[in-house]
C-alpha cells in the first residue's frame, strides 16, 4: 500500500513539472527492466502507462513496478545494464505435428537469428532447421530435408507475457524439394533481462515433386501441431 501511495506522489509530481523541465520518467521493474519516457497514465493498484521517446506505448501492471523516479535523460525501454531490448536475438524452436497423409508425423527443430525492433515488438530474421517426416508403418522410410527461411515475429503486447504471431516463408531440400512455409500463433512469456519463453500453435506446408518415372507432379502436404521455443 505504501508503495502504490509512493508511485502516486511521484507521478503527480512528474506530471506538475513536466511543462516546465524536459524530464523523463524511469519505471525500475522488478524483473530488472528499466523503462524511460513519459507516463500518460497511473492507476493506484492497476497499471501504469508510459510513452518511450520512439513513441511506443508500454502497460505495466502497478504491482511489477520495483520504484518510479525521473531523469533528465531521454531514453527507450531498456534492460538494466544499459541493454535495449532492441538488437540481436537467437530464437531456437522444436515442434511435433499431425500430418495429412494419415499415418505420418512431423518432426522439426529449426534456429533464427536476427534483431528486435520497434520497442520490443518486431522480430526479423532468418534461420535453418530440419524437419523429418516419420511413417508409423515404417520407420526406416522416413523423409527428412534441411529448411532455409526468413522470418517475422510480432510480439501484440509490451508485458511480460504477449500473444505473439509468426511468418516463415523459405525453401527445404532434401526428400521433399520445394517450397516450405511455416506459420505460428501462440504465446511468448519474458522470464529475464533476455531469456524468453514460446508455446505455440504452429502450421507448416510444403510443396514438392513426386517422380514416378512415367510422369512427375506437384503435391502438397500440410501439418498441423504444437511447438516451443526460446529466445536469448
Do not use: W
Amino acid at each position: 500500500m505504501n508503495r502504490i501511495v509512493l508511485l502516486a506522489v511521484t507521478l503527480l509530481l512528474g506530471v506538475a513539472g513536466r511543462a516546465q523541465a524536459q524530464s523523463t520518467d524511469v519505471l525500475y521493474l522488478k524483473n530488472g527492466s528499466v523503462i524511460r519516457g513519459q507516463i500518460l497514465e497511473f492507476v493506484a493498484g492497476g497499471t501504469v502507462r508510459i510513452e518511450t521517446a520512439d513513441g511506443s506505448v508500454f502497460v505495466f501492471e502497478a504491482d511489477q513496478v520495483e520504484k518510479m523516479t525521473k531523469s533528465t535523460n531521454g531514453g527507450t525501454l531498456r534492460q538494466s545494464g544499459g541493454k535495449s531490448v532492441n538488437g540481436f536475438r537467437v530464437i531456437a524452436g522444436t515442434g511435433i505435428m499431425a500430418n495429412d497423409y494419415g499415418d505420418c508425423i512431423l518432426s522439426e527443430a529449426d534456429i533464427a537469428l536476427g534483431g528486435r525492433m520497434a520497442g520490443g515488438h518486431l522480430f526479423v530474421g532468418g534461420g535453418v532447421g530440419i524437419n523429418s517426416y516419420l511413417y508409423s508403418d515404417d520407420i526406416t522410410d522416413n523423409e527428412n530435408n534441411l529448411i532455409a527461411f526468413g522470418v517475422v515475429r510480432y510480439n501484440v503486447l509490451s508485458r511480460l507475457a504477449s500473444p505473439f504471431v509468426e511468418a516463415r516463408p523459405g525453401y527445404a531440400s532434401g526428400d521433399l524439394e520445394g517450397f516450405y512455409f511455416g506459420a505460428d500463433v501462440g504465446c511468448f512469456f519474458r522470464l529475464g533481462r533476455r531469456l524468453g519463453l514460446a508455446a505455440s500453435m504452429c502450421f507448416v506446408s510444403q510443396t514438392f515433386e513426386d517422380d514416378y518415372g512415367y510422369f512427375v507432379f506437384s503435391e502438397t502436404t500440410n501439418s498441423v501441431g504444437f511447438k516451443v521455443g526460446l529466445e536469448f
